[in-house]
């Protein structure tokens, strides 16, 4: 099956700082890539996506980029805000539209 | 609303016991999956569905059965808990057309 690597594993930001996360996977048939957040007692929500045939895509404050000759992906986060403290998750699909989930983020926004 | 509903949200076990967790969606979606997520890591897939009547094995299988005799509900059931199966489960459909991915709510299960 599909296999996520995701670093860091916590993360530590001033406010109105940067964030990156990074991701890579495994398998070249994959063609979706979601980033989730999660807050403390919450299920995923999707916060951003981007397919194979992208390059970069942007919504605000996040951006998400794809190398798919690399075989990683990282989410971008600017300006970040007290509100944007959660665990962050990537994924990537693979047969059956499965995901499969990276570890896990955990972002901290220092006011 | 549209969306998966998965009951119960809480419940404790003794070890040896069984429980059915369930998941119900009304998007008529013909994939659905079950995860579960343990503290520092991400979800892995435990089973999973591409249709009434199908059922296939995830990452972590060992454990638990599933069951899709109806379209809208996949139950996950444990025939024996352990302390090991102490998780948040979280129940997932999937419209294939738009990679439109619908989590339900989580089930927080401990077995003591």
């Known amino acids: 099956g599909e296999n996520v690597e995701q670093h860091p594993s916590t993360l530590s930001v001033q406010e109105g700082d940067s964030a990156v996360i990074k991701c890579t996977y495994s398998d070249s048939a994959s063609n979706y890539f979601p980033w989730y957040k999660q807050e403390l007692g919450k299920g995923p929500q999707l916060i951003i996506d981007?397919?194979?045939?992208?390059g970069e895509k942007k919504d605000q404050r996040i951006a998400v980029t794809l190398n798919k000759t690399a075989k990683h992906f990282s989410l971008h986060i600017t300006e970040t805000q007290p509100e944007d403290s959660a665990v962050y998750f990537c994924?990537?699909?693979?047969?059956?539209?499965?995901?499969?989930f990276g570890a896990g983020t955990t972002v901290t926004v220092r006011a | 609303n549209a969306g998966v509903t998965q009951t119960p949200k809480f419940r404790v076990l003794k070890t040896g016991q069984s429980m059915t967790l369930l998941c119900a969606q009304d998007?008529?979606?013909?994939?659905m999956y079950w995860y579960r997520q343990d503290p520092g890591m991400g979800l892995r897939l435990i089973h999973y569905?591409?249709?009434?009547?199908?059922?296939a094995k995830g990452e972590v299988p060992d454990g638990y059965n599933v069951s899709r005799l109806k379209k809208q509900n996949f139950l996950l059931g444990l025939e024996s808990a352990a302390p090991s199966q102490t998780s948040v489960y979280f129940c997932?459909?999937?419209?294939?057309?738009?990679?439109?991915?619908?989590f339900g709510s989580g089930t927080r299960l401990t077995v003591v």
């Open positions: 997932a459909t999937v419209n294939p057309g738009n990679y439109g991915y619908t």
């Open positions: 981007i397919r194979s045939n992208v």
């Open positions: 569905s591409v249709g009434e009547g199908t059922t």
């Open positions: 994924a990537a699909t693979f047969n059956d539209y499965k995901l499969s």
């Open positions: 998007m008529n979606h013909e994939y």
